[in-house]
């Protein structure tokens, strides 16, 4: 069984900096491209990053690149997001999910974690 879990979210104020973590299991974890989304109450969830399956490509979402980074860890089949000079509206559940295909056809999703940035 499939299992993508999140962690590192948290409460941090404007300016701060996180490091988001996905972990999987279940999975031959190198044959993914992976992606993280962001969705906030009351909103469609959104598209913040993906990366290939070496690494080597990565795409953000729109004005996100100079603050965000994605990167995996294939040996520990996990994949990051470094988070920094964080604003309000980053504030929102943040999921992480797998595509076979590299089709944006996301078969697999974590639970999410939660990132609160006060001002």
């Known amino acids: 069984q499939v299992h993508l879990v999140e962690s590192g979210g948290g409460v941090v104020q404007a300016g701060g900096s996180l490091r988001l973590s996905c972990a999987a299991s279940?999975?031959?974890?190198?044959?993914?491209?992976m992606a993280w989304f962001r969705q906030a109450p009351g909103k469609e969830r959104e598209f913040v990053a993906s990366?290939?399956?070496?690494?080597?490509?990565?795409y953000y979402g729109e004005s996100l690149k100079d603050r965000f980074t994605i990167s995996r860890d294939n040996a520990r089949n996990t994949m990051y997001l470094q988070m920094n000079n964080l604003k309000p509206e980053d504030t929102a559940v943040y999921l992480c999910?797998?595509?076979?295909?590299?089709?944006?056809?996301?078969?697999?999703w974590g639970q999410g974690t939660q990132v609160t940035v006060s001002s």
């Open positions: 990366i290939s399956l070496t690494g080597v490509n990565t």
């Open positions: 999910a797998a595509d076979r295909n590299d089709d944006h056809q996301y078969e697999h």
């Open positions: 279940g999975l031959a974890f190198g044959l993914y491209h």
